[in-house]
């Protein structure tokens, strides 16, 4: 009861602070001229040097001119910001009619530019202010003071939520899985696995799907999160109807030099170490970065599962993890004149995850003793993953007119083993076996490969226009190899036996072909829109070498050509005042049946849970409606309601059946359910209650329900539940900054499109109508000072907690026509963490040729002393 009322009582208290902020009359900000304020304003123009050259990376900001209500007198609010373009063009848009703004431009090496007074009308919104010829100030170069310009934590885009976390402290020295638990509106459970509003998203790197897992990604390399809940027709359609999840990686375009160096430990004994290095000099950028974890890890279970003949079963384990995980990326920018740039960059992933698992299964008949069991394993499993990026972008002369090429390509391969030994006992302590001991030996491989090419041009052919469009190639291709050996006398040595039956070889390929096309434009002053429209075709094809008794291979191939299908989306946005807004928007999506949710060979390495693939299953197509409100308020602050729709026909589920032929235990399968039907109200508010205090609440009001047939038998799920997250953090005297968040998740089905599978290369879970998980509270705490040394280098030390109360526990109840069974897991719980981050840079226009002080700059074209 004190987790319920703890979070209804600050989300009430955040209601009543939004409250608070609006400003009176009709949402006027403070010192705006009288009347309606319209943002259809723009401004736009090209910074150049003494030559005429284009000063790249300039920072420009735009700044409302208010009058202070008590002294008459004129100050300047930071109204938005944004850096030059290569060929040094700026472009502003959606900017207040009505209000007197100034604009001001200012790159290192030259002396700031503030253009007059500036007044946005309605019957004239554009103003050009041309080219603007920066002067030089190479004597004041090596002067420049540097002050920190720290991003704030949520921002809103047009059609996405932005997540700010390059500074986050709770998650140093981790993977993205604890960086997904710090976003609201994420959902990540024990194994991190990531849902949004119950449904799995799909997830992107730096905009392009990949192969990497989150736990695959350093938390340290991660400067912001992108969360698209209803992508446009612009965007992948695959991924089903939970939306992008896009992890944009730091990148730096410094001039000069800058790096830093970080290594941390905690209290499992996992440590990582890291560093990363740029280099910016006259046409070239180059970036490298490198990271080491060493894993250590713990986790328990337990189970019961209660069979309807009577008979029962009683688990409780323990798995020890250890391996190592190495992460390289390097990279390019070539800047070929003002207009054209090419990227390339490859990177290099390669873990070891090792496993050691002890499990007592008792088995029971009618409540009494039947046998003890002891199942031991160690499992290795081992990957590496190579991937590499080529773009090309040529920039028109005018603002936001260009066209783009991509090229992506990642290639994972990964080998597996494990032996398990299972010894079934007659007494409690397990010294008396009833019969030898059971020896299995499991080998297998895989691979997967990604592939993407795409080109893309937007085109503002008008003030109030812009058309974009593109085509799109995809090509995947999957392998696994599963070898299972057993030993039923218990000496091992040559007395294992090849199992035929149980073993598999499985190849898979799928092409995916799009093209898109959007147009964007206004009606009136308020009302703006984006109509889009996306076409898409796939093609499966695959082979399984399935073993026949005497160890032949029977080869069975299959096609699966799915004609083109048509995904329209809709943006349509309202601007209320000059601070609120309403849109409406809607898409559709599809998510089709991945690697092992296909496989039709039993997994039996499992004995208790045995897995089978369904070769016949269809895609799941998504229709997606969402009604947001959006409020900004002083101080930064933002409030978002989100009322959302989600609808899925032939959803991917799983479920369980008795099949003898493969085991005497239910055996785990996936269908097309019927429909699913998912509605909900998400509230976000982020604000200060003090100065030193940004507090984040993210509620989440759901109902879902899933609707299915088998054997002319209906299977139903529905239920009512709620998610919520608080994230603080508190900035206090002597560089000391404290994170505290938590989260709670109420009861709730399973959740829906996720992705299912088995093996090291699987995915996660997926939706299922025979079950609902318990709830769940969490809580992580952080701590985190600052030192700055001569030349604005920093070092950052911190200590971490995660799990604080030791109550992220996974429970889930499962009920189907042949048992019932109820389960709890959790790892990791309060790990305490130690991290140490130095940050170091140089200002420097020939780094190459002189010495000299300086100072650095973020990407973002700011002057920071950090990241």
């Not at 920066?134 to 310009?149: E, G, W």
């Not at 934590?153 to 638990?181: C, H, L, P, W, Y």
């Not at 994972?412 to 397990?430: C, K, P, Q």
């Not at 209906?714 to 900035?731: L, M, P, Q, Y």
Request: hydrophobic share 35%; with cysteine.
């Amino acid at each position: 009861m004190r987790k319920y009322l703890f979070l209804n009582v600050l989300f009430i208290f955040s209601c009543l602070y939004t409250y608070a902020q609006m400003p009176h009359g009709a949402g006027r900000p403070p010192g705006a001229m009288a009347g309606p304020s319209q943002n259809i304003g723009k401004v736009f123009g090209r910074a150049v040097d003494s030559t005429n050259k284009g000063i790249d990376a300039a920072t420009v900001h735009v700044f409302r001119i208010v009058t202070d209500s008590a002294t008459r007198a004129k100050r300047q609010m930071l109204h938005t910001s944004a850096i030059t373009k290569a060929n040094g063009d700026f472009f502003f848009e959606n900017l207040p009619t009505g209000q007197r703004l100034m604009v001001q431009i200012s790159a290192v090496g030259y002396d700031t530019y503030d253009s007059q007074e500036i007044m946005i009308l309605p019957m004239n919104a554009d103003v050009n202010l041309a080219t603007i010829r920066m002067t030089r100030n190479v004597a004041n170069l090596q002067d420049v003071v540097v002050t920190s310009n720290a991003r704030q934590f949520m921002e809103m885009g047009v059609d996405r939520k932005i997540f700010n976390v390059q500074d986050n402290v709770i998650t140093a020295g981790q993977t993205a899985q604890e960086v997904m638990k710090q976003i609201p509106s994420l959902n990540v459970d024990i194994d991190g696995n990531v849902t949004v509003r119950n449904a799995a998203p799909q997830v992107f790197v730096d905009g392009r799907p990949t192969t990497l897992t989150l736990e695959q990604i350093p938390a340290d390399i991660i400067d912001k999160v992108e969360l698209i809940t209803n992508p446009g027709a612009k965007f992948d359609a695959s991924g089903g109807g939970a939306g992008i999840l896009n992890i944009v990686l730091k990148k730096n375009k410094r001039i000069g030099y800058n790096g830093g160096l970080m290594v941390g430990a905690d209290t499992r004994g996992s440590y990582n170490l890291g560093g990363d290095i740029n280099l910016r000099q006259g046409k070239f950028n180059v970036f490298a970065r490198g990271m080491y974890r060493k894993r250590s890890g713990l986790s328990r279970n337990e189970l019961e599962r209660n069979n309807l003949n009577d008979t029962s079963l009683v688990q409780k384990g323990e798995s020890v993890n250890g391996g190592e995980f190495k992460f390289f990326n390097l990279g390019t920018d070539y800047f070929i004149d003002n207009r054209n740039t090419i990227t390339l960059s490859g990177n290099y992933v390669n873990g070891v995850f090792n496993n050691s698992n002890s499990r007592f299964i008792d088995s029971l008949y009618r409540k009494n003793p039947y046998a003890y069991n002891l199942v031991e394993s160690n499992s290795n499993h081992e990957f590496t993953n190579v991937g590499g990026q080529f773009s090309f972008r040529h920039n028109f002369d005018s603002a936001s007119h260009f066209i783009s090429f991509d090229a992506n390509y990642n290639e994972a391969t990964s080998t597996n083993s494990s032996d398990i030994n299972t010894g079934m006992y007659s007494d409690a302590d397990r010294k008396i076996l009833r019969r030898p001991q059971v020896l299995q030996y499991n080998n297998g491989k895989g691979y997967n490969k990604f592939s993407t090419f795409q080109v893309d041009y937007e085109n503002p052919f008008s003030a109030n226009a812009k058309i974009e469009g593109g085509v799109r190639a995809n090509f995947s291709s999957f392998g696994n190899d599963n070898l299972q050996y057993v030993d039923s006398t218990g000496t091992g040595g040559n007395s294992y036996i090849f199992q035929p039956l149980i073993s598999s070889r499985y190849k898979f390929n799928d092409q995916v072909y799009a093209a898109y096309a959007t147009f964007s434009s206004k009606i009136g002053d308020k009302f703006k829109y984006q109509l889009g429209l996306r076409a898409e075709s796939s093609k499966y094809n695959a082979e399984n070498n399935a073993y026949t008794r005497n160890a032949k291979d029977t080869l069975t191939t299959f096609q699966i050509d799915y004609p083109i299908s048509l995904f329209p989306s809709a943006y349509l946005t309202y601007t209320i005042t000059s601070s609120q807004d309403l849109q409406l928007n809607y898409s559709r999506r599809i998510r089709r049946p991945n690697f092992f949710q296909l496989l039709p060979t039993p997994d039996l390495s499992d004995p208790y849970n045995v897995q089978v693939g369904n070769p016949g299953l269809k895609p799941e197509f998504t229709d997606s409606y969402e009604l947001s409100y959006n409020k900004t308020y002083k101080n930064r602050g933002n409030f978002l309601a989100t009322a959302y729709l989600r609808k899925g026909n032939d959803l991917i589920i799983n479920y369980q059946y008795m099949d003898t032929t493969i085991s005497t235990s239910p055996v785990t399968s996936y269908l097309n359910a019927s429909s699913s039907l998912t509605y909900g109200l998400e509230l976000t508010n982020k604000f200060n209650p003090a100065r030193f205090w940004e507090l984040t609440v993210n509620l989440n009001f759901y109902n879902a329900r899933i609707n299915s047939k088998l054997n002319s038998s209906s299977i139903s799920s529905e239920r009512f539940s709620w998610f919520g997250k608080i994230n603080n953090n508190f900035k206090l005297p002597k560089n000391f900054t404290v994170q505290l968040s938590a989260d709670y998740q109420a009861k709730s089905v399973i959740p829906v499109s996720g992705g299912g599978g088995r093996g090291f290369m699987g995915g996660g879970n997926a939706g299922t109508a025979q079950g609902y998980i318990l709830p769940r509270f969490d809580t992580d705490l952080a701590i985190r000072k600052d030192f700055k040394f001569k030349n604005n280098n920093t070092l950052t030390a911190s200590m971490s907690v995660s799990d604080l109360f030791g109550t992220a526990r996974f429970r889930s109840y499962t009920e189907t026509p042949f048992m019932t069974q109820t389960s709890t897991r959790y790892r990791q719980p309060q790990v305490v963490r130690l991290n140490l981050s130095y940050r170091f840079g140089r200002m420097d226009t020939s780094i190459f040729k002189r010495r000299s002080k300086g100072i650095s700059g973020d990407d973002r074209g700011s002057i920071s002393s950090e990241d």
